[in-house]
């Protein structure tokens, strides 16, 4: 597997990696799936992710202060470790 280096807005990280969190996913897995639909000739309006409403719900947020207990914003580790525990209910 290859790495790619981007050059992006440090705004634009830090709002991506809150919606990764909020949909269960990391930024890294929504640009490998948008690259690999994009190599394959999708359609431009096709190359969105879905909603986030059409996926599960990840609770990070506790509700009152912050990230609930054991997730890391910086750590995909602790996000899959949140969906593990979320899909073995």
Known sequence: MSNLTLSLDDEVVRQ????AIQEGTSVSAQV???LQ???NGERSDTLLPLAASALPPLRVFDG???LAAGIDPTSNRSL???ADELSSR
Do not use: K, M, V
């Open 32 to 34: 490998r799936d948008f």
């Open 16 to 19: 991506a990696r809150i919606r």
């Open 64 to 66: 009152h202060s912050g």
């Open 37 to 39: 639909r994009y190599a």
């Open 80 to 82: 899959l470790d949140a």
